[in-house]
């Protein structure tokens, strides 16, 4: 793989995997694209964890606040942080289970279509303006409840299939419990970490069974470019739910499915980059 498709690919998945637009959807659209091969899954993992990092120095204080309160309920103390990271890990169990079945299954696989993709961003896309619309802005990350950590680790699974969005499910699920934007968006990002976490370890075991330092370099390199471009639309991100709605990013995702719908069920015997 060139180190400019490698850039390509760290640079899309730094700007999609926390906007509610699809991360793994645009992985797959890339290289349709672009002509390019499909990079696999591995390659996608990797610039997850380039994501993770990101996450994990722009939420440095909720990260800390969760570990070591976490560590206090050895104690019997309740703290904030320890009832965010038992509601995180509430909010994950669904999706690790279904993940790993997915994965067992081979289904995963089956699911990298552009024709899934197209159905997926626009009706969920859809959806998202919908519950931004309707959704009240009253609830804070520190009012949230057994009940809605549930309810939202049960929209996560949804995003198991390509397009849906994990961020874009976690942050329209927020906002039909009438959480705040910018909270809805903390709370999704918070939620990736032990999912990302995960998808990392089972990559990185991939790759020392491999044992190709080659393909190392290109993780590497994935891993850094994916982390800039993350951490700077984390905060662009959050500075403009402070102010602003998901309506752009809905209009955006109906636009790019409508456009994908076209071309599968209209051109689908030309290449997907002669539709853009």
Do not use: C
């Amino acid at each position: 793989m060139t180190l400019q498709h490698i850039i390509l690919l760290a640079v899309v998945q730094g700007i999609t995997e926390f906007l509610p637009i699809s991360s793994s959807g645009h992985l797959v659209l890339t290289p349709a694209i672009t002509g390019a091969a499909d990079q696999g899954l591995l390659l996608d993992v990797s610039v997850h964890v380039g994501t993770l990092l990101a996450v994990l120095i722009y939420f440095w204080r909720d990260v800390l606040a969760m570990i070591i309160g976490f560590f206090r309920l050895f104690t019997g103390r309740m703290t904030p942080g320890a009832r965010m990271a038992l509601h995180i890990v509430v909010a994950t169990i669904p999706v690790v289970a279904v993940g790993f079945y997915l994965k067992e299954s081979g289904i995963e696989e089956q699911m990298r279509s552009v024709e899934i993709i197209a159905w997926t961003t626009l009706v969920f896309g859809v959806i998202l303006w919908v519950a931004d619309k309707v959704g009240m802005t009253i609830n804070r990350i520190e009012h949230m409840g057994w009940a809605g950590a549930i309810f939202i680790g049960l929209a996560q699974v949804i995003a198991l299939v390509p397009g849906v969005s994990r961020s874009g499910i976690t942050m329209t699920a927020a906002r039909l419990m009438s959480y705040e934007r910018s909270d809805a968006a903390q709370f999704s990002m918070l939620m990736s970490i032990p999912v990302i976490l995960g998808a990392g370890l089972l990559a990185g075991l991939d790759l020392h069974k491999a044992g190709n330092m080659e393909l190392n370099r290109e993780v590497m390199m994935a891993i850094g470019f994916s982390f800039i471009t993350a951490l700077i639309t984390i905060a662009v991100l959050m500075s403009w739910l402070k102010r602003a709605s998901f309506t752009p990013f809905a209009i955006y995702r109906i636009i790019l499915g409508v456009a994908l719908l076209v071309w599968v069920y209209g051109y689908g015997t030309a290449p997907l980059e002669t539709l853009f």
